[in-house]
Nanobody, 124 residues
């Protein structure tokens, strides 16, 4: 079982990035995926999730309207489109999976599998 994030990098304030979370060893048909981020010196923060069943989504207030989560079941991959990025959003972004059915949640203690993360740096 593995989750591998990609797509991080350096972006200017106001810019966009799309992160990918590729799952192997299990299918997204039965697992919800959440995105978390951890900035230097701060606690990890859940920011978005997408359910296994109907693809419904949820967002933290801090990213609502700017970030969009989506998934491609055929490729077993979840994406996080991030727009209007701010310098304070510099962080390691990680994806995680759980088997909670129905409405997804992005709470750390519910997650079964984690990726290693990808660094996003927002700076001019």
């Amino acid at each position: 079982v593995q989750l591998v994030e990609s797509g991080g990098g350096l972006v200017q304030p106001g810019g966009s990035l799309r992160l990918s979370c590729a799952a192997s060893g299990f299918t997204l048909d039965y697992y919800a995926i959440a995105w978390f981020r951890q900035a230097p010196g701060r606690e990890r923060e859940g920011i978005s999730c997408i359910s296994s069943s109907d693809g419904s989504t949820a967002y933290a207030d801090s990213v609502k309207g700017r970030f969009t989560i989506s998934k491609d079941n055929a490729n077993n991959t979840v994406y996080l489109q991030m727009n209007s990025l701010k310098p304070e959003e510099t962080a390691v972004y990680s994806c995680a999976a759980n088997r909670i059915l129905g409405r997804c949640v992005f709470m750390e203690y519910t997650m079964e599998y984690w990726g290693k993360g990808t660094l996003v740096t927002v700076s001019s």
